[in-house]
């Protein structure tokens, strides 16, 4: 079996490498008293940054969920000898509220090559750790339905 998660030639669902991560809250306010919060721009992008404020300020729970999100998907990846491109992998809230991935450069190529399309994440936080798992969606993306021309559609 490959190391590496891939599509079947059909390009249907195909099996795939889960990742997961747990970050502690203690080290991530450490980071974020020892050097800033400049120091989490190297990883998370502005946007996502927003994503992890409150009327109170950095929310660190949000914080280390965000970073989990990030390390998951990337475990999903499978590549090896290579360093987390941190702001190639995009963890944003929808308008639901529940965490999307978006991926791109480098993420997005290592992707490609592992027929994968997209990655789902979930987040989980507690007082003192942060947890996400993600899963690949491998595989040719749906087309979109299309409405048949009129010449199509005449007898």
């Known amino acids: 079996m490959p190391a590496r998660p891939t ?10 490498n889960l990742g997961m991560d747990i970050v502690s809250v203690t080290r991530v306010r450490r980071l ?8 989490f721009g190297r990883m998370l992008d502005a946007g996502e940054l927003d994503d992890c404020r409150t009327s109170a300020g950095l929310d660190l729970l949000g914080l280390c969920g965000r970073i989990a999100a990030k390390e998951a998907a990337f475990k999903t990846l499978r590549v090896r000898h290579v360093l987390l491109p941190w702001r190639d992998i ?22 490609a090559q592992a ?14 750790y942060a947890v996400a798992v993600a899963a690949p969606i491998l595989g040719d993306p749906v087309p979109p ?10 007898p």
């Open 7 to 16: 599509a079947p030639p059909a390009g249907g669902l195909g099996w795939a």
């Open 32 to 39: 974020l008293t020892e050097h800033g919060e400049e120091f």
């Open 115 to 128: 027929g994968i399309t997209e990655i789902t994440v979930s987040i989980s936080h507690d007082v003192d």
């Open 90 to 111: 995009v963890v944003r809230r929808a308008d639901g509220g529940w965490p999307v991935v978006r991926l791109r450069r480098r993420a997005a190529e290592y992707a």
């Open 145 to 154: 339905l299309t409405h048949p021309s009129p010449e199509q559609s005449a």
